[in-house]
Antibody, heavy 121, light 107 residues
Framework: EVQLVESGGGLVQPGGSLSLSCAAS????????MSWVRQAPGKGLEWVSA????????YFADSVKGRFTISRDNSKNTLSLQMNSLRAEDTALYYC??????????????WGQGTMVTVSS | EIVLTQSPGTLSLSPGERATLSCRAS???????LAWYQQKPGQAPSLLIY???SRATGIPDRFSGSGSGTDFTLTISRLEPEDFAVYYC????????FGPGTKVEIK
């Protein structure tokens, strides 16, 4: 069964850092680009970042560029998102999503259940 | 950034009726790189349509997508009880963006 399981969410103060992880199973992880998409409480979806299957190419939304880093470990089938200088507006449910192919720009055919990040003092 | 506008915001229909959802892009999309998702309360989104008109794996044929350029449509031919949800369009011809969603509710 194809599955994505996120972890690492929690409560963090403004200006703080947090690292999210996503464990993938049921498919050849290195063959696919992966993304993070977030959803603020009661709001719509916002794409955050993508990384190619090899990890050699990354892409970020302007809202997080310079603050967030995306990486992957293909030996462990794990995707990560390092979030620094967090702001209240980063509060959201963060989904890990599998891209449809090894394309940074893609639809997302598999989603995890999400991990909640709350930025508040 | 390509802005997507969805209409209507809410669609009130009865089971068995036809649903027509619209998604309009602020500029023409490259190669119809447009997807549709369904999201039910408390669940992650699920992919319905990609490439404007191709159904994702396991999606029933009552769901169909059409359109090109700046105007796209998701049609649900006959609403089943499990189809009442929020639907989002997404473009991926450039930095991905989502529309604000259309809620399909039971009338």
């Amino acid at each position: 069964e194809v599955q994505l399981v996120e972890s690492g969410g929690g409560l963090v103060q403004p200006g703080g850092s947090l690292s999210l992880s996503c464990a993938a199973s049921g498919f050849t992880f290195s063959n696919y680009a992966m993304s993070w998409v977030r959803q603020a409480p009661g709001k719509g979806l916002e794409w955050v970042s993508a990384i190619s299957g090899s990890g050699g190419s990354t892409y970020f939304a302007d809202s997080v560029k310079g603050r967030f880093t995306i990486s992957r470990d293909n030996s462990k089938n794990t995707l990560s998102l390092q979030m620094n200088s967090l702001r209240a507006e980063d509060t959201a449910l963060y989904y890990c999503a599998k891209n449809y192919g090894d394309y940074l720009l893609s639809a997302f055919d598999i989603w995890g259940q999400g991990t909640m990040v709350t930025v508040s003092s | 950034e390509i802005v997507l506008t969805q209409s209507p915001g809410t669609l009130s229909l009865s089971p068995g009726e036809r649903a027509t959802l619209s998604c309009r892009a602020s500029q023409s999309l490259t190669s119809s790189y447009l997807a549709w998702y369904q999201q039910k309360p408390g669940q992650a989104p699920s992919l319905l349509i990609y490439g404007a008109s191709s159904r994702a794996t396991g999606i029933p044929d009552r769901f169909s997508g059409s359109g090109s350029g700046t105007d796209f449509t998701l049609t649900i031919s006959r609403l089943e009880p499990e189809d009442f949800a929020v639907y989002y369009c997404q473009q991926y011809g450039s930095s991905p963006t989502f529309g604000p969603g259309t809620k399909v509710e039971i009338k």
